[in-house]
């Protein structure tokens, strides 16, 4: 059989699954993920779109995460009792999520409480982690947040107490740190690597925010040099680019937001317009699709690879398993704290 005439079948037994299965199963999809994934899925978007899908579907015993482990892992510290959830490949990991490292947080966060004092700072952390910093967080009245929230999550922070120090995004963190007028010289970078993260203790003092040295493989692929040369080709495109990028590709971009904000620019974008998008280069492609009356090109072709690990094949095997293999658990006493710093963004 050709590829085509396999996937073919591989969707029919999938879609006969999911009918079988009714709304015991539901399948959530990541926007990075590939089109046919898309397709099969009950409900796309971002990771905090999914993750408010996930605590709030009763009805599912069944949750497959198409997206990457740490989604899954979200979504498994927010189920209910009754609910499994499952993830298609559990090698789809994330590169920036694995920057931030437990141990590596821990000691930073004692080090800077010993210069600044106990409770002054909240830990925020972006939904592109593991279990145990959103714990770290939850345990110190910290919040996750994600590229849709990120200013709120800041606001929110800055209102509990005088400092942030934010996992593992130092680019969505600067970059949030911009919007909201925070001044560079209170933004500090925390390299794990280095004594006190590369700063002096009248550093640590002084900032506002503290960023984790970490970023989006990727996001950070988009250079300004690529903005300038689209800028040159396309003088009358406007283009829209993801927060994880640089900072310097973020100012000169004509607009920046979550996967979210970017499909309801486009959407919104006036008939013939020409739209330049720096993001993965599967919800790319999805809008040229989906958006034939306007002219979609992309900053720089960037694939996930992780999130390309999930395909019809580890679906279907999962379905045809269900509550049985690639289980997403998180032990107990790390999952009681992690939901307090869902919970603290769900609740923003």
Request: charged content about 25%.
């Amino acid at each position: 059989m050709e590829n085509k005439e396999i996937d073919k079948a591989i969707i029919e037994k999938i879609i006969r699954i999911k009918q079988k299965s009714g709304n015991k199963l539901v399948i959530l999809t990541h926007h990075y993920q590939r089109k046919e994934i898309i397709d099969l899925g009950d409900h796309k978007g971002d990771s905090f779109g999914l993750s408010q899908r996930a605590a709030t579907d009763k009805n599912a015993k069944y949750i497959i995460f198409c997206g990457v482990h740490f989604m899954a892992e979200s979504a498994a510290i927010l189920a209910k009792a009754h609910q499994t959830v499952q993830i298609p490949d559990m090698d789809a990991g994330c590169w920036m999520a694995d920057m931030a490292d437990a141990f590596l947080v821990e000691r930073a966060w004692n080090e800077v409480a010993a210069i600044v004092g106990e409770n002054r700072t909240t830990p925020l952390v972006y939904m592109n982690s593991d279990a145990y910093i959103k714990a770290h967080c939850g345990k110190n009245n910290g919040a996750v947040c994600t590229s849709s929230n990120a200013p709120k999550a800041f606001e929110w922070a800055l209102g509990q107490r005088e400092k942030i120090f934010f996992f593992p995004d130092e680019h969505l963190g600067r970059n949030t740190g911009n919007h909201l007028g925070i001044p560079e010289d209170e933004m500090i970078l925390w390299d794990p690597e280095k004594p006190l993260g590369g700063n002096s203790e009248s550093d640590i003092k002084k900032a506002k925010v503290l960023l984790w040295k970490g970023y989006c493989l990727v996001h950070t692929r988009f250079t300004i040099n690529d903005i300038k040369t689209m800028r040159k080709n396309f003088p009358d495109a406007k283009i829209v680019v993801h927060p994880e990028c640089t900072g310097e590709v973020v100012k000169a971009s004509d607009a920046v937001g979550s996967t979210s904000f970017i499909v309801k620019y486009v959407s919104n974008a006036p008939k013939n317009s020409t739209i330049i998008i720096g993001t993965e280069i599967n919800l790319v492609k999805r809008l040229v699709t989906g958006c034939p009356d306007k002219r979609i090109l992309p900053l720089k072709d960037s694939l996930c690879p992780n999130m390309y690990k999930i395909n019809l094949k580890n679906l279907l095997a999962c379905l045809e398993n269900i509550g049985k293999i690639n289980i997403v658990t998180v032990d107990e006493k790390i999952k009681k704290y992690a939901v307090i710093a869902l919970e603290n963004m769900l609740n923003l």
